[in-house]
């Protein structure tokens, strides 16, 4: 079955470090992998997302995602944290054709000032 | 542009009540679906909606059902709630059904159940 596992449920940086949020997915096939930001009372906000071609990707706010099919991860980066960062960061995997995203538990980032 | 709206925000029930969630998508977007997130989980698949058919469903029981609507509204429906069925509920709209098609969410229906 496809799943999502996010190893790191909480992380403190402080602010203007690096940040590295770990996801490890399982498929068979390439899946299509996404990235989400949800702060206290909102929605969730895609930060990224990887269908095919370039294993590194960019999206908004200064955030990166490398996919890596050796390892079936795909993390996600920012080389200096701000202190709106701090936010609740879900994983995701749309498997084959369906509309069904399968979310990690997601890891929550508090950023020290 | 107004996002994606739920309605309430807050909810409170009582176990074996029945509840109705709605969810109003983006202006032009015909597909709407339905995620349960539990307190320290991530958000889980319910139901997906394009132009008023269902197109997939995730693992709930028969207790949940939804619909959606000629104005490509969306009506998500709990029967004989259970205390575990307390959680966030999160509707996102996108253009069409495909999977390469960006989702946008609502902020959710936080639904309690005493």
């Known amino acids: 079955a496809q799943s999502v596992t996010q190893p790191d449920i909480h992380i403190t940086v402080s602010e203007g470090a690096s940040l590295e949020l770990r996801c490890n997915y399982s498929?068979?096939?390439?899946?299509?992998l996404f990235w989400y930001v949800q702060s206290p009372g909102q929605g969730l906000q895609l930060l990224l997302k990887?269908?095919?071609?370039?294993?590194l990707v960019q999206g908004i706010k200064g955030f990166e995602a490398e996919f890596k099919r050796s390892q079936s991860s795909f993390n996600l980066r920012k080389p200096s944290v701000h202190w709106s960062d701090a936010a609740e960061y879900f994983c995701?995997?749309?498997?084959?054709?369906?509309?069904?995203?399968?979310f990690g538990q997601g890891t929550t980032l508090q950023v020290k000032p | 542009d107004a996002g994606v709206t739920q309605s309430p925000t807050h909810l409170i029930k009582t176990r074996g009540q029945h509840v109705t969630l709605r969810c109003s998508p983006i202006?032009?977007?015909?597909?709407v679906s339905w995620y349960q997130q539990v307190l320290g989980q991530g958000p889980q698949f319910i139901f997906q909606?394009?132009?008023?058919?269902?197109?997939g469903r995730g693992n709930f029981p028969d207790r949940f059902s939804a619909r959606q609507f000629p104005n490509y509204s969306s009506e998500l429906n709990v029967n004989a709630l259970l205390l575990g069925d307390s959680a966030l509920y999160l509707c996102?709209?996108?253009?069409?059904?495909?999977?390469?098609?960006?989702?946008?969410f609502g902020s959710g229906t936080q639904l309690s159940v005493l």
């Open positions: 996102a709209s996108s253009l069409v059904a495909g999977p390469r098609e960006k989702l946008f």
């Open positions: 498929y068979g096939a390439t899946p299509y």
């Open positions: 990887y269908f095919s071609g370039d294993t």
């Open positions: 995701a995997v749309l498997p084959g054709n369906t509309g069904k995203l399968i």
């Open positions: 202006s032009g977007h015909k597909s």
């Open positions: 909606y394009y132009e008023k058919e269902e197109r």
